[in-house]
C-alpha cells in the first residue's frame, strides 16, 4: 500500500501542512499512523477519510462534529445508524442554509433591478424592501 507523507497530502488537497497538523492534534485524524521519526503518514485508504473530512469542512460544520463523525468512522459498523443519523442532520442543515443563501441570492438579483431602473433621488432599495416584505 502506497504512503504519503503530511506535505504530499497537504498539496494533494490545496491545504497547508500546518492545517493537517491542527486536525491531527484536535482529532479529526484518528486514523493517521506515525513512522519511526514521529512523522505522520498516510496510506491510500485515508484518503477517502481525508475526502470525507473535506467535504464535511466544506458544508461548515463545526469541528467538533467533524471530531465525532471520524471517531464512528474508525468504530466500524457498531455506528452505522450514529453516522446515519448525523448525514440526515447535516443534510437538513444544509439544506436550510442553501435555502437561506438562495433567497439572498433572490434578493440581490431583484435589487439589482431596482437600482438599474430607479429614478434619480428615490431610494431604491427601501422602496424595494416595502414591496418585497409586502407579500
Same mark, same amino acid.
Given at each position: 500500500m502506497k504512503s504519503y507523507s503530511i506535505g504530499e497530502i497537504a498539496e494533494r488537497y490545496h491545504t497547508?501542512? +500546518?492545517? #493537517?497538523?491542527?486536525? &491531527?492534534?484536535?482529532?479529526? #485524524? !484518528?486514523?493517521?499512523?506515525?513512522? +519511526?521519526?514521529?512523522?505522520?503518514?498516510?496510506? %491510500? &485508504? %485515508?484518503?477517502?477519510? #481525508?475526502?470525507?473530512?473535506?467535504? *464535511?469542512?466544506?458544508?461548515?460544520? !463545526? *469541528?467538533?462534529?467533524?471530531?465525532?463523525?471520524?471517531?464512528?468512522?474508525?468504530?466500524? &459498523? +457498531?455506528?452505522? !445508524?450514529?453516522?446515519?443519523?448525523?448525514m440526515i442532520d447535516q443534510e437538513q442543515a444544509l439544506e436550510a442554509r442553501i435555502q437561506v443563501l438562495q433567497a439572498n441570492l433572490d434578493f440581490f438579483a431583484l435589487e439589482k433591478v431596482v437600482l438599474r431602473t430607479r429614478q434619480p433621488g428615490r431610494n431604491g432599495t427601501n422602496?424595494?424592501?416595502a414591496r418585497y416584505h409586502a407579500g
Open positions: 497547508t501542512v +500546518a492545517t #493537517l497538523r491542527y486536525y &491531527d492534534e484536535s482529532g479529526l #485524524l !484518528p486514523f493517521v499512523k506515525r513512522n +519511526a521519526q514521529g512523522q505522520r503518514i498516510f496510506t %491510500d &485508504d %485515508d484518503l477517502g477519510y #481525508l475526502e470525507v473530512i473535506d467535504c *464535511l469542512k466544506r458544508s461548515a460544520i !463545526p *469541528l467538533r462534529y467533524i471530531r465525532q463523525f471520524m471517531h464512528w468512522c474508525v468504530e466500524g &459498523d +457498531a455506528t452505522l !445508524p450514529q453516522r446515519e443519523q448525523f422602496i424595494f424592501y
